[in-house]
Nanobody, 122 residues
Framework: QVQLVESGGGSVQAGGSLRLSCAASGYMYSRCMAWFRQAPGNEREGVAF???????RYAESVKGRFAISKDNAQNTLYLQMDSLTPEDTAMYYC?????????????????WGQGTQVTVSS
């Protein structure tokens, strides 16, 4: 069983930065971990993914601005978000799945945090 707790959300102006953290209760070194986001009226979309070996993948909309990383010793996942725009405003969720590969769809992930709100003003 894995429990995920996000932190680090908040309100920033466009162009600003935030760093999200996700503390995992169970082991994570062999799992795929990811960050998803969901804005009101939109589907939950995958933002950044990191597999067991540390290979990362990003949504086109955040490439070059966001960076996902993990600290296996601390069981913590991070999302560094730079050059934020109002379009990045959403609830951000940490997610994990039992296997090491990283599909893009939210339905492939069995473990979710409660979410942390990110609001970017223009």
């Amino acid at each position: 069983q894995v429990q995920l707790v996000e932190s680090g959300g908040g309100s920033v102006q466009a162009g600003g930065s935030l760093r999200l953290s996700c503390a995992a209760s169970g082991y994570m070194y062999s799992r795929c971990m990811a960050w998803f986001r969901q804005a009101p009226g939109n589907e939950r979309e995958g933002v950044a993914f990191i597999d067991f070996s540390g290979v990362t993948r990003y949504a086109e909309s955040v490439k070059g601005r966001f960076a996902i990383s993990k600290d296996n010793a601390q069981n913590t996942l991070y999302l560094q978000m730079d050059s934020l725009t109002p379009e990045d405003t959403a609830m951000y969720y940490c997610a994990a799945r039992h296997w090491s590969d990283c599909p893009s769809g939210a339905g492939a992930y069995g473990y979710w945090g409660q979410g942390t709100q990110v609001t970017v003003s223009s």
